[in-house]
DNA sequence: TGTACATCAGTGAACGCGCGTTCACTGATGTAC
DNA sequence: TGTACATCAGTGAACGCGCGTTCACTGATGTAC
């Protein structure tokens, strides 16, 4: 293949940061190389670097990507569905998807400094803005972070029911 | 150098298996090798296969050390400089002798069912018990991973501080 | 509008590197007599 | 208690492999006239 249109370019660099946000929070950044991104685009690994510098460039517009389409989502639900949705098994088993405060926080804190590291202090700031309250944040990002890491045992489940229980009877 | 007693190569062992447990909550288990860990208890890293079938036994051995001390500490301790202590910039800033739960949250998560998925379980609902709430350990969990992934910025310290005064005063 | 040419997104082979793991070897330890 | 020998924890070089990254090349796109 040849050169692509400008518009085409674009949308595939678009593809390319979508597709990543989703794998990074499914699998873990370490577990996910660049050519593992590039081939679920449809695209080969070696055209990665015409549109992005390094991995951990992805990496920290992944995290950015992955807030952003957070903050697009809470604008328009109730908080009663937000935390009855937060707290389901399906957002526990589909991380790709999910909640990028819990999908990313290991790869986060492990990281260091950086780019990835202010998008997403950025990203708990909003979050904590529209809770209300950065405990309920914590509780919210443990519980999941929990259910995930136990999932398949007894306690998972009980650790989003009693969590559940617990925030909206507090509403 | 030649063979080592018996006695000394069991003490060699469990420094692997303590050395394998600070360095995997400090950095991750995919940025510490067999070679680090090896190197970090003054050995070479051919003689770990004498010890151990692969790393990921490592791994799981290291998870449940890790929450074995961590019962031994919970043993003779009140509930309240527990919590202060969980909460503390120290314990943030310190993984590698904190919270196997907060520590290796993100790797078990990542890695899927196993031993040290089995251990980590176990250490949940032990850690649970003596809470005696999974709320609460979801909340502390959760206050601790936050406040690594953002360490360095104000929200930080804020977190750790209002998880401590929610929790103290619902005492 | 049509033509000639420069641009550059994407290709795919190749790079150096560090990883987990293996293995022939060493020599002090443990044991049989 | 001594002696001869088998054991095996630790050594360090080597293995295959996949990673992030580079690069010469391709050919459709974009542009100058």
Redesign the pocket.
Known sequence: ?????????QE??KRIVDTAARLFRERGVAAV????V?AAVG?????????FA???ALVAEAVGKAFDDMGGMLAGVARADYLNWYLSPEHRDGPGAGCPAAGFSGDVAHEGPGAAADAYAHGIEVYADWLGSVTDVATLVGAVVLARATAGTPISDRILAETRAKLLSEE
Do not use: P, W
Request: aromatic residues 8%.
């Open positions: 293949m040849g050169r692509v249109s400008q518009a085409q370019a595939n660099r190389s660049v050519a593992d590039m695209l080969t690994h070696g055209g990665f670097y015409k549109q390094s991995k951990e």
